[in-house]
């Protein structure tokens, strides 16, 4: 599966190589879409493409990491 | 109907065009789409008395919504009163307050319910058979209902522990309604998958820059009932933070097709303190919108990542507007100020607009002196929660006059009887 998210990095994680090691640590092809870093924030639109399961696990991964995931639609739920 | 000017999909970051189909999406940078039209296709042919020989609702503006020819969903709804709301000027010391009247849109009472028309209508076009939503509240309701008019298949889905009333004003109109289990973020990315999955029109998802076009009508019937102008100030309620967008696009349009003098409106946004990452960006300075965890009882505007929120933000400050954010308490006091005065029963969403209003008329950033609007996108009927505590209790009486009169006299209340 192709899986398309934005990842959010806080204060706390904007400086780790979080997708490097994503990488290395599941076997998925991540793609950098679109990016924006600053001090204290950041935000990735990423596409991660591997076995189903796998994503799965790289999803809960990123999570486990401080990494906010979302849908490129972010809040799908509305009021 | 005159020829659709609509041009394409147009990717709101790096402006690749995309022809016009169910997708939302810049394959390139995930950037968001937007509907784009070709305005001078219409130069000279949309005027003032072309709209108001029309009937009465929010396709009377059909040309500037992105559907071919006629409407086939909710072709009823909109135009909701415009009302000059003189008992809140005095108590707010304002010279000229209206109320833009969303919460008796028909047919569910909420301003849903033009975004909601819009998308189906455009999903019928595309030949969707079934639609479907992932909401909590209004937009649940305004999909299960217009598309059982419009006798399409709907799918609903909710977090499994929603409010029973939530669930009933969607049940009712034969939704197939879907609980999921799970935190936040695993409920909502499933919906995202589902969406991208099975061949439905998704409202917020595939056919999601149609749906928000519909926004725009809101701002469409605010210029005409003020008599073809645009007030000096709009105040709207910002969940994702699209209706921010689509009223100051709507006002754009009007200006560019010479409906309307440029007035400068400035746009802007309210939202409730336990969920405010827009107004937080705005006051902060900062066109990042850091996600927060939604707490607050206006549920309608709890979205913790607002997809639009940086295009909100950037509305706000181009316009020369500002953002606000209130307090839950500070909720109810305005909406209770808002039935108290002007008879107005507006959910939680209206009390945030309103109590953000006074606290920028307070601070100065709203000027007493020119015209404000408030929209107000939703009826109270829906969120008594939020206020059962904060209404007087009715006196108990026995069926016996004298007891009545012992109250009427504590009231002050005069008989004719002699």
Redesign the interface.
């Known amino acids: 599966m192709k899986l398309?998210v934005?990842l959010?990095f806080d204060e706390a994680t904007v400086r780790e190589p979080i997708i490097w090691k994503l990488a290395k640590e599941f076997d998925v092809i991540t793609n950098i879409?679109?990016a924006?870093v600053?001090n204290n924030?950041g935000?990735v639109?990423l596409e991660i493409e591997g076995a189903d399961d796998v994503v799965e696990q790289a999803?809960i991964w990123l999570?486990q990491q401080g990494v906010?995931?979302?849908?490129?639609?972010?809040?799908?739920?509305?009021? | 109907m005159s020829e659709s000017i609509v041009r394409a999909l147009k990717c709101r970051e790096c402006g690749q065009e995309y022809a016009i189909e169910p997708t939302h999406v810049c394959e390139f940078c995930f950037g968001p789409l937007e509907v784009v039209y070709d305005y001078d296709k219409l130069q000279g042919k949309f005027t003032r008395e072309l709209i108001e020989s029309r009937p009465q609702t929010m396709w009377r503006y059909k040309e500037l919504l992105p559907i071919d020819g006629e409407p086939t969903v909710g072709v009823q709804n909109g135009f909701t009163p415009l009302v000059r709301a003189k008992n809140l000027e005095k108590v707010l010391g304002v010279k000229e307050l209206y109320i833009k009247n969303d919460s008796v849109c028909y047919p569910t009472l909420s301003f849903k319910d033009r975004v909601v028309s819009v998308a189906l209508s455009k999903a019928v076009e595309f030949g969707f058979k079934t639609v479907a939503c992932a909401s909590t509240g209004n937009l649940a309701g305004s999909v299960a209902a217009n598309a059982a008019a419009a006798g399409l298949e709907s799918y609903v889905f909710i977090p499994h522990d929603l409010e029973q009333g939530k669930v009933l004003g969607a049940g009712i109109f034969g939704t197939k309604i879907i609980g999921i289990k799970g935190k936040y973020d695993d409920v909502n990315r499933l919906c995202s998958e589902v969406a991208g999955k099975y061949g439905w029109a998704f409202v917020n998802v595939n056919v999601r820059p149609f749906y928000a076009e519909g926004s725009k009508s809101l701002g469409y019937e605010m210029m005409e009932q003020l008599g073809w102008r645009a007030p000096k100030h709009v105040v709207v309620p910002m969940a994702s933070g699209s209706l921010c967008t689509k009223v100051d696009k709507s006002i754009k349009e009007f200006i560019k097709l010479g409906l309307i003098e440029d007035n400068g409106t400035a746009v802007y946004g309210a939202q409730a303190t336990g969920c405010s990452p827009i107004s937080k960006s705005v006051k902060d300075g900062t066109d990042l919108i850091h996600p927060v965890h939604a707490d607050t009882i206006a549920k309608s505007l709890a979205i913790g990542n607002p997809a639009d929120g940086y295009y909100a933000n950037r509305v706000i400050k181009e316009s020369g507007g500002w953002a606000e954010d209130v307090s839950d308490q500070e909720v109810v006091d305005a909406m209770k100020l808002l039935a108290e005065t002007e008879g107005i029963f507006a959910e939680t969403a209206g009390g945030v607009t309103l109590g953000c209003a006074m606290k920028m008329i307070e601070s100065g950033r709203l000027p007493r002196d020119e015209s404000i609007v408030l929209c107000i996108t939703g009826n109270g009927l829906k969120t008594q929660e939020a206020i059962i505590d904060a209404i007087a209790k009715p006196r108990i009486i026995d069926a016996n006059l004298k007891e009545f009169d012992a109250l009427a006299e504590a009231d002050g209340v005069a008989t004719t009887d002699k």
């Open positions: 398309r934005y959010t879409r679109t924006e600053k924030m935000l639109g999803i999570g906010h995931v979302e849908p490129i639609e972010q809040n799908v739920i509305e009021g």
